[in-house]
């Protein structure tokens, strides 16, 4: 039973486009959102997160959206740059739990 | 501070095989977490320490599993009688209290052969 999800396996921008990396969830629990960046050989880096009493936060190139009402969210970075190039995981905290549940991943290509 | 450490990073072993994989998380940190990553698919939490007690067990920890933190400084991940299925990426991560962005590691890849 996948809570998260993410339902693009891969996504190739130009550099110096947008990115916009999606995300669905169907329990209406979750009541925080992060972002993770994956290179290989490397765990997972945190990137980004939002509480569900906000629809938007920024840091730099690095905007989240949430929509509650669709449960979706999205990842945006502008300017993409090469070394943006990753996995990138969707992930989400139940309120009152300790655990995060991850989605299964969006391959980010920058092309140069 | 090197981050969240994570020993060995790789590991073959034969089936019915134990083994024992060893996290050093950020020394500030009291959350100590360990998560399982299989090919395709997002990490899935296993378990989780605050200091010293494990707190909360995942249903995928089976009993041939087992986790400690004594003193609430580095942690083991031990499985007994390893089976193919284990075959999977072990990350450790840590953060402190209430801080949900986690430092993970480099993960063990274990393989079963």
């Known amino acids: 039973d996948q809570q998260v999800k993410q339902n693009s396996p891969s996504l190739s921008v130009q550099e110096g486009r947008i990115s916009i990396l999606n995300c669905d969830y169907t329990?209406?629990?979750?009541?925080?959102f992060l972002w993770y960046k994956k290179y290989p050989a490397e765990g997972p880096t945190f990137l980004i997160s939002i509480s569900s009493i906000k629809d938007k936060n920024e840091d730099g190139r690095f905007t989240v959206f949430l929509n509650k009402s669709a449960k979706h969210l999205s990842l945006h970075i502008v300017p993409s740059q090469p070394g943006d190039s990753a996995v990138y995981f969707c992930?989400?905290?139940?309120?009152?739990?300790?655990?995060?549940?991850f989605g299964t991943g969006t391959r980010l290509t920058v092309i140069p | 501070d090197t981050g969240v450490s994570q020993d060995p990073r790789h590991k073959i072993t034969k089936r019915g095989q134990n083994v024992t994989f060893r996290c050093d998380p950020i020394?500030?940190?009291?959350?100590l977490y360990w998560y399982r990553q299989t090919l395709g698919q997002g990490p899935e939490f296993l378990t989780y320490?605050?200091?010293?007690?494990?707190?909360?067990k995942s249903r995928l920890l089976s009993d041939r599993f087992s986790a400690e933190r004594p003193k609430g400084s580095f942690s083991t991940l031990e499985i007994q009688r390893t089976e193919q299925g284990d075959s999977a990426m072990y990350l450790c991560?840590?953060?402190?209290?209430?801080?949900?962005?986690?430092?993970f590691g480099s993960g063990t890849r274990l393989t079963v052969v």
């Open positions: 320490f605050q200091n010293e007690a494990q707190l909360e």
């Open positions: 991560a840590s953060s402190l209290q209430n801080n949900y962005g986690y430092t």
């Open positions: 992930a989400a905290r139940g309120t009152g739990a300790n655990n995060l549940f």
């Open positions: 020394s500030e940190h009291n959350r």
């Open positions: 329990n209406s629990m979750f009541d925080y």
